[in-house]
């Protein structure tokens, strides 16, 4: 018999279904949840399973029978609801009961996302050639020269930041002192000291009376502690008597060709070890330009795309977000978020609160990513998902290891395939989005890559793997979004009216 069904369409791709279940089939529930019960209470009387129905729905409550099987039913009706109304969800449903006389369940279904990514094809972006200024060739010699810089013994007056290598000794200056008698306060040999004008030592004067001396020569001198200083001498004079050793500066090697042959054998000259700075970070500069070009593009897309999607899309991708922000914690050595949270004093919900702009930007992306690799026929072959075995297992690929082949088995047929086949299909996206910015020359929209025409029709837009997109998340694969719809599960709330409300009484 067809269910008593009636849908009312909601914002954001959300279908509101109403199932009114025929009052015989809610009989035939009631009185297998009595029969059901009766075997486990005792009920003065009767034998336990021999009470009859209108007994124990009063010894129970009508409340206690509807749990029994309130929740299992609506989970059959709505089944059976999608398959008469020819619905098919995009994920599982919410669930309430709207009353139980008669029982009926109303239901929020999210549909399919719909993208409309408009003239996508006429879209163009400017695109600037990275260029590599003198000026940071400069700086890169710099930091090769502070790499290769170091204590060199010179011969030559010391000045200051030389680093001096002395034996000082130094007495207290004490008129009162019985002869032969001394307080010795510095007594070092090999002692090794930087002369800082900016830091020196102390006492004041000390770093001063060091500069101009020359390696073998000695000299003594008069210094002084300030009345305030935190030393125990303040206040008080000693006799310093030096002898410098050996004297170092910090030095860079020359900027010439010996140089660059230091910095690696391939140099041959300096302006051979410049230019390999150059074509180094011209490389790095076309990277960086490369995806930021790509993210314009991206944003380009998404402004001129019109799309409606479920709450669901976005709640899915701050999962994803959550869980990979979790893996790295454990990477970091921290146990649980729960934790990371309570040191920070945020609630979970805070915390996914502060991702949702970040979300809601990632999701929108892959929607439309997943719109144009359907609607420019893009494929994955099975060249494509060998290239990429390859790529992730290098000479191992050729492996006879039977654990490395049962994974390459994986990704060639089993679960790991659809992950493949997302991440490539994605990055196709991507690339076409590019040569389409780019006012290349292409084929035409929904020809596949061997020059067919596409003949089927376009698949739901599913949400697309982050891992794929500038934004790289964790999240499920594509499979396990479809499978999580194709169940066409509701969420059960929970929540019942008020006269579902009464507990059942204690089993005796």
Not at 261 to 280: A, H, M, N, W, Y
């Amino acid at each position: 018999m067809p269910l008593k069904v009636s849908t009312e369409p909601k914002e954001n791709r959300q279908l509101e279904m109403t199932i009114e279940v025929e009052q015989e089939r809610v009989d035939q529930e009631l009185r297998k949840a009595a029969r059901k019960l009766a075997g486990q209470y005792r009920i003065p009387g009767f034998r336990k399973g021999k009470a009859p129905y209108h007994i124990v729905a009063q010894y129970v409550g009508l409340p206690a029978l509807f749990n029994e099987f309130i929740e299992k039913l609506g989970e059959e009706v709505y089944r059976q609801a999608l398959e008469q109304e020819q619905i098919e969800p995009y994920a599982p449903a919410s669930l309430d009961i709207a009353s139980l006389e008669p029982l009926t369940y109303r239901l929020t279904i999210p549909l399919e996302p719909k993208v409309d990514l408009g003239d996508y094809r006429s879209l163009r972006l400017e695109e600037e050639e990275p260029v590599v200024e003198e000026a940071e060739i400069e700086e890169q010699l710099k930091q090769y020269l502070e790499q290769y810089a170091g204590w060199q013994e010179v011969d030559r007056p010391s000045q200051y930041g030389d680093m001096l290598t002395i034996d000082v000794k130094s007495v207290l200056v004490q008129e009162d002192a019985a002869e032969g008698e001394e307080t010795v306060v510095l007594d070092e040999t090999d002692w090794d000291v930087t002369l800082d004008q900016e830091n020196p030592m102390e006492p004041p004067g000390f770093d001063e009376a060091l500069l101009g001396m020359r390696p073998g020569e000695e000299k003594e001198f008069v210094l002084s502690w300030p009345e305030d200083s935190q030393s125990i001498y303040a206040g008080k004079q000693a006799r310093f008597h030096v002898k410098l050793h050996k004297i170092q500066a910090y030095e860079q090697p020359e900027l010439n060709d010996d140089f660059a042959k230091l910095v690696g054998p391939d140099f041959e000259t300096l302006d051979d070890l410049k230019e390999s700075i150059r074509q180094s970070l011209l490389e790095e500069k076309k990277r960086e330009a490369e995806q930021e070009y790509l993210e314009k593009a991206l944003d380009l897309l998404v402004e001129q795309s019109q799309m409606e999607y479920p709450p669901v899309v976005v709640e899915d991708q701050l999962d994803a977000m959550v869980q990979e922000f979790e893996r790295q914690l454990r990477q970091f050595g921290i146990e649980s978020l729960e934790s990371y949270l309570q040191q920070t004093g945020q609630s979970l919900e805070e915390y996914r609160e502060s991702l949702r702009e970040a979300a809601e930007r990632v999701a929108r992306r892959n929607l439309v990513i997943s719109e144009l690799y359907q609607a420019e026929g893009l494929e994955v072959t099975d060249e494509d998902i060998e290239e990429r075995i390859k790529e992730m297992f290098g000479e191992e690929a050729d492996s006879q290891d039977p654990s490395t082949q049962g994974l390459i088995q994986i990704m060639r047929q089993g679960a790991g395939r659809s992950i493949l086949e997302s991440q490539i299909l994605q990055e196709k996206a991507l690339q076409r989005l590019l040569a389409i910015v780019r006012g290349e020359e292409l084929p035409p929209p929904g020809q596949k890559e061997d020059g067919q025409e596409s003949t089927e029709e376009g698949e739901p837009a599913e949400q697309a793997s982050a891992e794929a997109t500038p934004e790289a998340s964790a999240g499920g694969s594509d499979e396990e979004n479809a499978s999580e719809a194709s169940e066409h599960a509701p969420v059960a709330s929970n929540e019942t009216p008020d006269e579902t409300s009464e507990e059942a009484p204690e089993q005796q």
